[in-house]
């Protein structure tokens, strides 16, 4: 029986794990998806050719190709640059997005912001200075 139930989860954990690798690789085109966990913790520069997922602490330099997402467990003092920047936990530093920051009603940003375009959600709070820059090539 122990083994039925066991053979049961194995099953029911994999497909979820299959998907979300599945759906990491279809979504951004098969580049990298980079995770640090809630109780990972980065001290240092991380440049990366592809998506950035922070849900830990973060001290320094943050730099992708691709999109970059700040969980609401995320505490990070670093500066941030990505393509689409959603922060939903707490950021100190400034922040490049080439297209889209996104402040979601639990973020926290304190810094300078540089964006195409911003969407702030009630609730989220941004310090610092914002420039807008029009979309081109």
Known sequence: MESAINAMEDSMAQPEKSATHAAGTASNGGTNLVNLGPRDVLQGRLEIQ????????????????????????????????????????????????????TLGGSGRLNGDVKVNRLTVEDGATLNGNVTMSSEKG
């Not at 691709?66 to 936990?89: K, P, Y």
């Open 50 to 101: 592809g998506d950035l997922k922070v849900a830990g602490n973060v001290e320094g330099e943050l730099k992708a190709t691709g999109d970059v997402t700040v969980d609401a467990t995320a505490a990070v003092q670093a500066s941030i640059e990505g393509a689409n920047v959603s922060v939903r936990g707490q950021v100190t530093g400034n922040v490049t997005a080439r297209r889209r920051l």
